[in-house]
């Protein structure tokens, strides 16, 4: 069940509810075109990825500054996607089961929809189920960029399941699917470098490969908001795939840029709003913002408007908060804007974006694909 929002459009920030999941418009807006700006006239197209964000209203935003559609992880994702009117959506995933085939081949009909594969197995069953819907599905290849988690080895084993799709009658080969998602967070500048040029490496190998052999392969995508800037300028890449670039978080802000210092491409524009519900000493102040108004598998959040106070504790409904200052402002009722550790699952644990310009409320976006995760 959907609850009601926190808030409602025109009401002071102040009077918003707590925890909500606050989007400050500015930021938010400065970052979608900043990306966009950077790949403009590159010959690179942009594919955001929507597991980010869950949202149609914020996908069909980035796809009218130029993306050419969206990607997401789950068939549920893709379709709130393509019933929010997003008529483009790449799952990166591999999908497996009869009852998500059928699903997803039900899309078709409505959006371009494409997928991926890593295994025989998946391209026969992807073959059958679109055959049986009575549609030509496009199927890219995953290949190991070094994270070890789903794809095929580049190289020959990624010809070969090329091969099956290409000879498969209802589906055809999309290209590649190359995202180094392990290379996102290493936080030198060189490293990530150095991490890309390897899967560049390996994503041009194997195009070449299946240009011998007569396999066109017309798209390789990939790349995410730490490493945009490599696979952007490699040649290779033809598609990104960045996500959090759009509401940034304390995570991605440990990253360093090549001169050493933390990363400003992006700027945070997600904030998790929360109220200072006890005070009970100088030093520590308690916000109702806890495990389940935030995600804590990147570590805890940041508190952006208040240097003083750093955010120590969680339990279920209650965040500590320690106290640096003995004059410190913080006061029974007072609210706090919290920058989340990790965007994308703090985001799964909210039914609304409130959306501020300054500090009034002007926008309401449904998380439709809020709990999407089959």
Not at 16 to 24: F, K, N, S, W
Not at 348 to 366: H, K, M, Q, T
Request: hydrophobic content about 40%.
């Amino acid at each position: 069940m959907t609850i009601r929002p926190p808030a409602e459009i025109g009401m002071p920030l102040d009077e918003v509810d707590t925890p909500a999941l606050v989007v400050d418009l500015d930021a938010f807006e400065r970052n979608l075109r900043r990306l966009a700006d950077r790949v403009a006239g590159s010959g690179v197209r942009l594919r955001p990825h929507a597991k980010t964000h869950k949202c149609a209203v914020i996908a069909l935003k980035q796809m009218e500054l130029g993306a050419v559609g969206v990607c997401c992880q789950k068939v549920s994702e893709a379709e709130a996607l393509v019933y929010g009117g997003v008529k483009d959506v790449l799952v990166t995933n591999e999908i497996v089961g009869k009852t998500k085939l059928r699903r997803l081949m039900g899309l078709a009909g409505s959006a371009r929809i494409a997928t991926c594969a890593d295994d025989p197995a998946q391209v026969t069953a992807l073959d059958a189920a679109a055959g049986e819907a009575g549609v030509t599905l496009p199927v890219h290849v995953e290949i190991n960029m070094g994270g070890n988690r789903c794809g095929v080895e580049p190289g020959k084993p990624a010809l070969d399941l090329a091969r099956k799709i290409v000879d498969a009658p209802h589906l055809s080969f999309a290209g590649l699917q190359a995202y180094h998602g392990s290379a996102q967070h290493l936080r030198g500048w060189q490293e990530r470098q150095k991490a890309i040029a390897g899967a560049v490496e390996k994503a041009a190998a194997t195009r070449d490969l299946l240009a011998q052999n007569g396999i066109e392969c017309a798209t390789i995508t990939g790349a995410g908001t730490g490493t945009f800037e490599f696979e952007s300028a490699s040649g290779v890449y033809t598609e990104l795939q960045c996500g959090s670039y759009i509401f940034m978080d304390a995570d991605y802000g440990r990253n360093l840029d090549r001169d050493g210092q933390a990363t400003r491409a992006f700027e945070p524009s997600l904030f998790v709003w929360a109220t200072v519900m006890s005070r009970p000493n100088e030093e520590r102040a308690i916000v109702d913002a806890g495990l389940k108004a935030l995600a804590f598998d990147s570590g805890p959040p940041t508190v952006w408007d208040e240097p003083a106070a750093t955010y120590d504790r969680a339990s279920d409904e209650h965040g500590r908060l320690l106290i640096a200052s003995a004059t410190n402002r913080l006061k029974l009722g007072d609210k706090v804007r919290l920058v989340p550790g990790h965007c994308d699952p703090t985001v799964n644990l909210y039914d609304w974006y409130v959306g501020v310009r300054g500090e009034r409320v002007e926008a309401i976006w449904p998380i439709v694909a809020r709990g999407a995760v089959y």
